[in-house]
């Protein structure tokens, strides 16, 4: 059974950058799609952005200039930075797994990590 | 303010059914698939409805999906006081953007 974990730190100064790790355990890093999603305080769901296939990343666009995902495939890991942060972007960050859809583009997430809180104060 | 246009709110008594409606446009759920999320409070998301219609193993058969064009409905039959919970619709645009309703509230009265 795939199961992924959050780490980081649960603080982080304005203008400083977001850093969270997601450890994925009972299946390869090699395939999928592997996400982040956050999601404001009582608030809806927000694509980040995923990583995938040789690597390749998408980024959501109001995000795009300030997120980088990466993978580390000897610790079976995916990790998000996002930088200049605001008290915006304040928010429950989740690593998630999205099956491989149709015609090979991205489908549901299947498999979601329990969530990190992360707060955004001096 | 998503793209993904869910209702709020949405409400039903125990044994009842209730749909969640998710309006999209023709470059997301037109020419996409659905699928449904549903969040009980203070849990990650889990998966319900994926393919428009498919629901993984262990979801019960009270839930159900469906599109037509660029909507689609989450339809629960036999509501339960464990439904209880925000429910989410999510589809992909045509430039592999991930996209999410604003998410419906689901109260069991």
């Known amino acids: 059974q795939v199961q992924l974990q959050e780490s980081g730190p649960g603080l982080v100064r304005p203008s400083e950058t977001l850093s969270l790790t997601c450890t994925v355990s009972?299946?390869?890093?090699?395939?999928?799609?592997w996400s982040w999603i956050r999601q404001p305080p009582g608030k809806g769901l927000e694509l980040i952005g995923y990583?995938?296939?040789?690597?390749?990343?998408n980024y959501n666009p109001p995000l795009k200039s300030r997120v980088t995902i990466s993978v580390n495939m000897s610790k079976n890991q995916f990790s998000l930075k996002l930088n200049s942060v605001t008290a915006a972007d304040t928010a429950v960050y989740y690593c998630?797994?999205?099956?491989?859809?149709?015609?090979?583009?991205?489908?549901?997430?299947?498999?979601w990590g329990q969530g990190t809180l992360v707060t955004v104060s001096p | 303010q998503s793209v993904l246009t869910q209702p709020p709110s949405a409400s039903g008594t125990p044994g009842q059914r209730v749909t969640i409606s998710c309006s999209g446009s023709?470059?997301?759920?037109?020419?996409?698939?659905v699928s449904w999320y549903q969040q009980l409070p203070g849990t990650a998301p889990k998966l319900l409805i994926y393919?428009?219609?498919q629901r993984p193993s262990g979801v019960p058969d009270r839930f159900s999906g469906s599109k037509s064009g660029t909507s689609a409905s989450l339809a629960i039959s036999g509501l339960r006081s464990e439904d209880e919970a925000d429910y989410y619709c999510?589809?992909?645009?045509?430039?592999?953007?991930?996209?999410f309703g604003g998410g419906t509230k689901l109260t069991v009265l």
């Open positions: 393919r428009n219609n």
């Open positions: 998630a797994r999205a099956q491989t859809g149709y015609g090979g583009n991205p489908g549901e997430f299947d498999h």
């Open positions: 023709s470059s997301n759920i037109g020419s996409n698939s």
């Open positions: 009972g299946g390869s890093i090699s395939s999928f799609y």
């Open positions: 990583i995938y296939n040789n690597w390749r990343t």
């Open positions: 999510a589809a992909w645009d045509d430039s592999l953007r991930g996209l």
